[in-house]
């Protein structure tokens, strides 16, 4: 299936309605969000979010997050109980997933099988714009292939899925640079089955946070994701293996043949931010191993620290 497509790039307003015009016609197409770049198709169409899994090689069994043009449209692709509108008023449109008993217009392979459906509403003014005049849901997972790091700019997504895909709209950097939180909603428990932006004490006021349930089938879920091709472990920087890089959080690295400093002030947000694209281009960089520092585990932090264990996991 590779290199079907000559992948166009273009920036927002032109970009915008040839997206439309291709959604429209069943086919997939990738759209900035404020979290990561995503691959987006017509969520009711079982066809055209077939493409998505191809494009990306993504496993059937992994689904995908319905992200909807507006707030009305969540009663329609879910049951949405107290608490799920609470967190909607509240972090809508932002990076938050809601996972909520599905309703029968979402196909099966959005899914996954599973009777709950992701859902969120994205805050970057390209993918609205695109998704108001689609009129329609779309489903959207992170546009990379699968398993590998998301991309976080447009160049980014050329390098994951250059030929495999007609087009990207350049809605430049993303805000966040990590993927959205995903909470299953059960009753007032609320299940963080992947840690993002929205940090677990932003949740509190909204009902008992817990991590992951057994046997829901977790984001991003196995133990090896958003991984670079070299090998990555998560240590300090005083110990320098021979060609290795680092991803920095405190250290300026002596000893290391390149170095990749994830923020010069140590602010959790711009780290996230830089994460990707700095673990991105250590990767291109003929390294043999990266050694990625730890950022202190709490708010955003926990957030960073879920993704390096997952590149680590081999
Ligand atoms: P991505 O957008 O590529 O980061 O992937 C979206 C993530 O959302 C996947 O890893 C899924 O495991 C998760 N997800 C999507 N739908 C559901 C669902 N119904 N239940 C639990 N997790 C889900
Ligand atoms: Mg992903």
């Known amino acids: 299936m590779a290199g079907r497509f000559d992948t166009r790039v273009e920036r927002s307003a032109d970009g915008g309605a040839a997206a439309v015009a291709l959604l429209a016609a069943g086919e997939v197409v990738a759209l900035p969000t404020e979290t990561v770049y995503g691959l987006a198709a017509d969520a009711l169409d079982p066809v055209a979010c077939a493409r998505i899994f191809e494009a990306k090689d993504r496993p059937l069994s992994d689904p995908l997050i319905v992200h909807v043009p507006s707030r009305?449209?969540?009663e329609e692709v879910a049951e949405v109980s107290e608490t799920a509108a609470l967190l909607a008023e509240r972090f809508w449109p932002g990076p938050l997933t809601l996972v909520l008993p599905r309703r029968k217009i979402i196909p099966d392979i959005v899914t996954a099988g599973q009777g709950t459906v992701a859902v969120r509403m994205s805050a970057h003014p390209v993918f609205q714009a695109v998704l108001r005049a689609f009129g329609r849901p779309v489903a959207a997972p992170s546009a990379n292939r699968f398993g590998r790091i998301s991309p976080t700019s447009a160049a980014?997504?050329?390098?994951?899925?250059?030929?495999?895909?007609?087009?990207?709209?350049?809605g430049g950097p993303c805000a966040h640079g990590i993927e959205s939180t995903i909470v299953l909603v059960r009753g007032t428990g609320l299940h963080i089955l992947r840690s993002g932006p929205v940090t677990a004490g932003e949740l509190t006021a909204f009902g008992t946070v817990s991590g992951g349930v057994a046997g829901i089938s977790a984001p991003g879920g196995l133990a090896s994701h958003y991984a670079p091709r070299t090998p990555l472990v998560i240590g300090d920087s005083a110990d320098v293996p021979s060609n290795a890089g680092?991803?920095?959080?405190?250290?300026?690295?002596?000893?290391?043949?390149r170095v990749e400093r994830l923020s010069e002030n140590q602010d959790l947000r711009e780290a996230a931010a830089n994460l990707y694209g700095a673990m991105r281009r250590l990767d291109t960089a003929g390294l043999d191993v990266i050694v990625a520092e730890p950022v202190p585990e709490d708010g955003l932090g926990a957030a960073i620290m879920e993704r390096l264990r997952k590149a680590a996991a081999r």
Do not use: H, K
């Open 156 to 170: 980014d997504v050329i390098a994951e899925l250059g030929g495999r895909i007609p087009l990207v709209v350049d």
């Open 72 to 74: 009305d449209w969540l």
């Open 246 to 257: 680092l991803l920095s959080w405190r250290s300026v690295g002596a000893g290391f043949a």
